[in-house]
């Protein structure tokens, strides 16, 4: 089988595992493209990006510029003569860069495109509580994620899985379907196609922490399908209040029932071995849950740090 040589350009963990893919098949990866090293944390240690990690130790050719129109780097890469180029979690590219190399610049999305565009496909799946999803390779054009597609494949979302969960999954099949189009592009094997017209598609926007608050006076479900979507990450929260004091609350898993009930969305019941919140169809039983300043905890160990439960209300 023809062997192509590949520049990959990629940052998270998500990418990585695509890399290490690539790296182990009969493909030459000529070239890495990454993010610069930043520093984070309480000591602003230098952290180099999960992709980054991996081209080094593997004795791979890693760039990492500030502007991808940077007139030395797009010469750079030139010289490199890549057949192809391949794209996971990076950001948008200029059309200069990915009309360079013969074949074309494809990218990996973590859905069955057209639906579910954006920067978090994964979260949205869950959190619109959608039964399947799956990953797609397609050309890179001027438009984001609207290129013509080449390779898709479908995964199951699990009844209780949340999104870091499906993630992992998907990071997995995505990797092969990486491979896979790699190998069809190299036997041109792939047609490649349009991506259908649909009249109403689902977005997979940027989620930022506005967006990630709980709604009380939602259906439980709904609730349920949200605090999966965002679990781990970026992560549901509410407000509870204990004392006079406000705090933040994260939520990470759960369980809901159904009633009718007459009570406020948003009231909590609270005692020594149970927790649980009102809402518009029921109530949502929280499992898993991190109480602003502490560690993440199951909810018997956040009861058993509360005396006064009268004292405690969602807010």
Do not use: C
């Not at 590219?93 to 920067?119: Q, V, W």
């Not at 407000?239 to 939520?251: A, N, S």
């Amino acid at each position: 089988m023809k062997s192509l040589k590949v520049i990959f350009f990629g940052t998270p963990e998500f990418a990585k595992t695509s890399l290490e893919a690539i790296h182990k098949s009969h493909h030459e990866v000529v070239g890495v493209v990454t993010v610069a090293d930043k520093a984070s944390g309480r000591g602003q240690k230098i952290h180099q990006s999960a992709v980054k990690e991996f081209a080094v130790e593997n004795g791979l050719l890693v760039f990492q510029p500030e502007k991808l129109r940077d007139p030395q780097f797009l010469e750079t890469i030139q010289n490199l003569q890549a057949d192809v180029f391949v794209v996971v979690a990076f950001r948008m590219m200029p059309k200069i860069l990915f009309e360079m190399p013969e074949i074309g610049t494809f990218n990996l999305h973590a859905s069955l495109l057209p639906d579910y565009r954006g920067a978090a496909p994964i979260n949205y799946a869950v959190i619109n509580g959608e039964k399947k999803t799956g990953a797609t390779t397609f050309f890179i054009n001027e438009k984001i994620d609207e290129g013509n597609i080449l390779l898709q494949r479908e995964l199951e979302i699990l009844p209780e899985e949340n999104a870091g969960e499906l993630h992992d999954r998907l990071m997995e099949m995505g990797a092969e379907l990486v491979v896979e189009t790699l190998n069809g592009l190299a036997e041109n094997s792939i047609q490649e196609k349009p991506q259908p017209k649909v009249e109403h598609v689902k977005n997979a926007f940027k989620i930022f922490k506005k967006d990630t608050r709980i709604d009380w006076h939602q259906n439980a479900e709904t609730i349920h399908d949200f605090i999966r979507g965002m679990s781990p990450y970026p992560s549901a929260f509410t407000f509870i209040k204990i004392g006079e004091d406000e705090k933040f609350l994260k939520i990470y898993k759960g369980k809901f029932e159904i009633f009718g009930h007459e009570e406020k969305p948003g009231k909590l019941e609270v005692d020594k071995h149970h927790f649980k919140i009102y809402t518009k169809d029921g109530v949502y039983l929280p499992e898993e849950l991190q109480l602003e300043g502490k560690k993440r905890m199951t909810v018997k160990d956040f009861l058993n740090g509360f005396q006064h439960f009268d004292h405690i209300s969602i807010g």
